[in-house]
Nanobody
Framework: QVQLVESGGGLVQAGGSLRLSCVAS????????MAWFRQAPGKEREFVAA???????TYADSVKGRFTISRDNAKNTVYLQMNSLKSEDTAVYSC???????????????????WGQGTQVTVSS
């Protein structure tokens, strides 16, 4: 049974930092493209960042220069380091895993096979 479990969310003041973690189990982690998405109340889910196996790291324009995605294959974990947080970053953040085989370049539109439940990030202004 595949599981993706996020952690690291919380309440932080604007300008602060948080690091999210997503631990995967039940899959061969190094064969999966990994990504982070977020969903704010009343809004659609939006792409944040992706770290594919065989493609470059990609970010949404809204987080470029502030967020960094990374992965540790030995720990089956993907991270999202979030700096200079803004109130508009408030959302539930979820990680996603997609099996190797995607040959497109737009990882915001890629179909992902597995999703985590999410972790709440609240940024106070």
């Amino acid at each position: 049974q595949v599981q993706l479990v996020e952690s690291g969310g919380g309440l932080v003041q604007a300008g602060g930092s948080l690091r999210l973690s997503c631990v995967a189990s039940g899959l061969t982690f190094n064969r999966y493209d990994m990504a982070w998405f977020r969903q704010a109340p009343g809004k659609e889910r939006e792409f944040v960042a992706a770290l594919p196996i065989t493609w470059r790291t990609t970010y949404a324009d809204s987080v470029k220069g502030r967020f960094t995605i990374s992965r540790d294959n030995a720990k089956n974990t993907v991270y999202l380091q979030m700096n200079s947080l803004k109130s508009e970053d408030t959302a539930v953040y979820s990680c996603a895993a997609g099996y190797d085989g995607y040959r497109g370049s737009d990882f915001s539109k890629r179909l992902y096979d597995y999703w985590g439940q999410g972790t709440q990030v609240t940024v106070s202004s």
